[in-house]
């Protein structure tokens, strides 16, 4: 959800009054809660965060270390191996140490997988090498030891070669012990179904870990008529449908309320209508189609 929307009666309302869960759509990113540094500036975050204790909603916390929407000082790898280490050490400890007891589940660490399934290139890992990765898990696991930890990325939600990758990478952090508790699907898709969804499901939580549906939409074609809304609705019901058949598959996060407040319009063009409310707030076919799943029927 959005900060600057919560004053907006209806949007606010939508939220309270359809979910139980929560997640700060830019709020708690890098550039906003540290652009200087050790500077730090919670007033956005604050403001989700209070409106969901107000509500009874959890929040997710998202996220603590993800090579975009970083602060440039960050950003332009200007900082040596010891100097990022110590920043992204401070940066956690902040953030998870702030709301602990109030944020109960953070994505530490964000799409750290290029497309075909090797290591993506970032600042973080040029630096540092590969290991940052599980030490960003260790220092989040050492600021809040209740908090659930999870790994965060998109085209993995299926079989092939980035979920593959996902996989193995999961794989290799429970073996080596890494506070690891869930993996993130962020799940941005279109109508197609997802090949092997169900497979990658049951076999991430076959390592013993959860997993989740963490940013789902399902993006249309502008052009398409008023029939792609049942698609969308059948894709939507797929999904969650895949996720309830899993035990270990313990939540469906939406990304953007509304048709009118979704990223995808801006970031994929020619395409939007990707969410569960139309900009008008008023309930699509996938809105019914997702509660009909979540209840199995
Ligand atoms: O806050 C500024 C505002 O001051 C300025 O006037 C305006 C002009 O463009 O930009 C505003 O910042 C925008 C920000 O969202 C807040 O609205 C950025 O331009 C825009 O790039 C940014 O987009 C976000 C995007 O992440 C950036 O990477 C989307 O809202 C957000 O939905 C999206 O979310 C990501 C997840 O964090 C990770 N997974 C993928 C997902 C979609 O890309």
């Not at 990022?84 to 400890?93: G, P, Q, T």
């Not at 209740?146 to 939600?157: H, I, M, T």
């Not at 008023?282 to 009909?292: E, F, I, S, T």
Request: aromatic content about 8%; some cysteine; overall charge positive.
């Amino acid at each position: 959800m959005r900060a600057d929307l919560l004053g907006d009666g209806g949007y606010a309302g939508a939220v309270a009054r359809l979910f139980d869960s929560v997640t700060p759509e830019n709020e708690l990113k890098w550039e906003v809660t540290e652009s200087q540094p050790g500077h730090f500036d919670f007033a956005s975050a604050d403001r989700v965060v209070g409106f969901a204790r107000r509500h009874g909603l959890s929040v997710r916390g998202h996220v603590l270390v993800w090579q975009n929407q970083l602060p440039a000082w960050v950003a332009d790898g200007s900082l040596g191996r010891d100097a990022l280490v110590a920043a992204m050490r401070r940066h956690i400890r902040a953030l998870v140490g702030r709301y602990r007891g109030r944020i109960a589940e953070w994505d530490v660490v964000n799409e750290a997988l290029a497309e075909d399934g090797g290591p993506r290139r970032t600042v973080f890992y040029d630096t540092i090498g590969p290991r940052y990765l599980e030490m960003a898990f260790r220092i989040a696991h050492r600021a809040d030891p209740g908090a659930r930890l999870v790994y965060n990325d998109y085209g993995v939600e299926g079989l092939g070669p980035k979920g593959d990758a996902l996989f193995a990478l999961v794989r290799r952090l429970v073996r080596d012990r890494v506070p690891i508790d869930a993996v993130g699907l962020q799940g941005h898709l279109t109508t197609a179904p997802v090949p092997g969804l169900a497979a990658q499901l049951r076999r991430l939580a076959a390592l013993g870990v959860d997993v989740e549906l963490t940013e789902l939409d399902v993006r249309l074609p502008d052009a398409a008529g008023a029939d792609a809304l049942a698609a969308q609705a059948a894709a939507y019901a797929r999904v969650v449908g895949a996720c309830r058949a899993v035990a270990r598959c313990r939540r469906v996060t939406f990304w953007g309320l509304d048709d009118a407040d979704s990223f995808i319009d801006s970031a994929y063009p020619g395409y939007g209508r990707a969410t569960l409310l139309d900009g008008d707030l008023r309930p699509k076919p996938a809105y019914r189609a997702v509660l009909a799943a979540l209840r199995g029927r």
